[in-house]
Nanobody, 117 residues
C-alpha cells in the first residue's frame, strides 16, 4: 500500500524559508515522478514542482522557479521541497503526489504553509 506523508509546514514570515518533506513507502519509487502541488483557500489545486526519482530531473512552475528547489534522498525514500523567499501568496496546503505514467495516482494528506506579511 502506497503511503505519502508530508511534514514541515508551518507559519513563517514573508521572506522566510521552509523545507517540506514527503516520506514515501509501500513500493519502490525509482520509476516514479514525484510532484508537489498546492491549494489555497477558494482556489484550484496547482502544480508547484516535480522530480523524476531515478534521474533527479526537475521541473518547476513559473511561481516556484528560482525560489523553490525539489530534491530527493534515495536512502530515506523522501522527497523535499525547499522554499525560500516566501510570500503571502504561497500560503496554501501543500501536497506530495506520485505518478508512474501520466496521472498522479497517489497523494499525501497535505501540510499547511502560512506566510504572514
Amino acid at each position: 500500500q502506497v503511503q505519502l506523508v508530508e511534514s514541515g509546514g508551518g507559519l513563517v514570515q514573508a521572506g522566510g524559508s521552509l523545507r517540506l518533506s514527503c516520506a514515501a513507502s509501500g513500493r519502490t519509487f525509482n520509476r516514479y515522478t514525484m510532484g508537489w502541488f498546492r491549494q489555497a483557500p477558494g482556489k484550484e489545486r496547482e502544480f508547484v514542482a516535480r522530480i523524476q526519482w531515478s534521474s533527479g530531473s526537475t521541473y518547476y512552475s513559473d511561481s516556484a522557479k528560482g525560489r523553490f528547489t525539489v530534491s530527493r534522498d534515495n536512502a530515506k525514500n523522501t522527497v523535499y521541497l525547499q522554499m525560500n523567499s516566501l510570500v503571502p501568496e504561497d500560503t496554501a496546503v501543500y501536497y506530495c503526489a506520485a505518478r508512474l505514467y501520466n496521472t498522479y495516482n497517489y497523494w499525501g494528506q497535505g501540510t499547511q504553509v502560512t506566510v504572514s506579511s
